[in-house]
């Protein structure tokens, strides 16, 4: 796995043109997904090389000419686009904004969920809370108003967090089955995805589904229409409840995406939790995004943005970690990690763990 962040040989003017694109950084954003939204990077694209003027794209897309010029223009700083003579053309970085799922989903997560909420950011860090979740409402967290988020902050939320965790079940199931568990808790899951991905694909194994009743009260409707799912069940608890009981006799305990939802001493509760829960020779599999496990630079810059969601929107006191510091907890709650599995999906790494 490559290193980051570990020289500084920018020169002098390439450091301070960089900074620039940080100071209008949020010009860049908006006018980009202006651009998308309007219709003017979908018109470029279908236009391929032959591009299009200012005046075809205003009398295509109803787009007043102003306001063609204005975003292209900051479209052409930001690399989106680029001229040819006097017609706008699609740049490969805009082919992406218009048609990479991935790119749409942190584009639409960065507008609906953060933006707003972001401008609390230095608020966030000083109070240890959420304060940007406030511009959707007054909840101590985002978990327990996930189901009453307005649109399309919603839509963008799931999409954002099942577009990650989708892409990695088909690798990740293999290796949970490889130890043969009948029964599998799956604490924080959430829409139950991961749940009905197990019992449509496997023969047998029931899913306990662990989460905050809120979630769990929505369970049953997310199964309608699927097969399988009489092996499904729910548990509605809160992890940081300390009187909270997790069910008894399962085989392993599945999470993903769960535990960057909390500080370390939280973690180190919910992994004692995890310990007692499990059998003598019972596995944890913990399937996370850590920064340090991240294939290219620019990926380990979308996790350490999501940790900013966490302090912001989320919580006010979680990340995404890095994988030392996940390990140093794992080990203070008598857990180790046996097998490490890096670049499942989309950059998660699967820690397979047992008592030690
Ligand atoms: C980011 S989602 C992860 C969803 C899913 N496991 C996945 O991989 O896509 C985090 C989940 O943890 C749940 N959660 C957050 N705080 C919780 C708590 N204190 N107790 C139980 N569940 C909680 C949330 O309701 C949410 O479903």
Redesign the pocket.
């Known amino acids: 796995m490559p290193e980051y962040y570990t020289s500084d040989d920018k020169s002098a003017l390439e450091a301070r043109s960089d900074a620039q694109r940080i100071a209008f950084a949020p010009f860049i954003f908006q006018a980009t997904v202006a651009a998308r939204n309007l219709g003017l990077l979908n018109a470029l694209y279908e236009a391929r090389d032959k591009g299009m003027t200012a005046q075809e794209l205003s009398d295509r897309t109803k787009v007043s000419l102003y306001g063609v010029k204005v975003l292209l223009d900051m479209g052409l700083s930001a690399g989106i686009v680029w001229k040819s003579k006097y017609k706008y053309v699609l740049s490969k970085t805009g082919f992406f904004i218009v048609n990479d799922p991935m790119t749409g989903v942190n584009l639409d997560f960065t507008k609906d969920v953060c933006y707003e909420g972001l401008n609390a950011l230095e608020e966030s860090i000083k109070s240890g809370k959420p304060e940007g979740l406030k511009v959707f409402g007054n909840w101590p ?1 985002i ?2 108003a ?1 189901s009453q988020l307005p649109e399309p902050a919603q839509t963008s939320w799931f999409e954002f ?2 577009y ?3 892409h990695s079940f088909p690798e990740a199931l293999p290796l949970v089955m490889d130890s043969a568990p009948k029964t599998l808790m ?6 139950g ?2 749940a009905r991905y197990c019992v449509e694909n496997t023969d047998a194994l029931e899913v306990v589904v ?3 009743p ?2 769990i009260a929505l369970l049953d409707k997310q199964m309608e229409g699927h097969s399988q799912t009489e092996r499904v069940t729910g548990w509605p ?5 300390s009187e ?1 009981k997790l069910p008894a006799h399962t085989d392993a305990i599945w ?4 535990l ?3 500080s370390e001493p939280q973690i180190l509760e919910i992994l004692k939790k995890c310990h007692d829960a499990l059998p003598e020779h019972g596995k944890l599999y913990i ?1 996370e995004t850590f920064w340090d496990r991240q294939p290219f630079e620019m990926a380990a810059l979308s996790v350490n943005a999501t940790s900013l969601y966490f302090t912001t929107m989320a919580n006010g006191n979680s990340r995404m970690y890095h994988s030392n510091d996940m390990k140093a907890l794992l080990s203070e709650a008598n857990l180790e990690v046996s097998t490490q599995v890096d670049n499942i999906g989309v950059g998660h790494t699967l820690l397979i763990c047992k008592r030690k």
């Open positions: 967290t978990y327990p996930l967090d099942h990650y965790s989708d799956d604490i924080g899951g959430n829409t995805q991961w662990v989460d905050l809120e979630q608890t809160n992890m940081l409840d909270s999470m993903s995406q769960f960057d939802c909390f399937m």
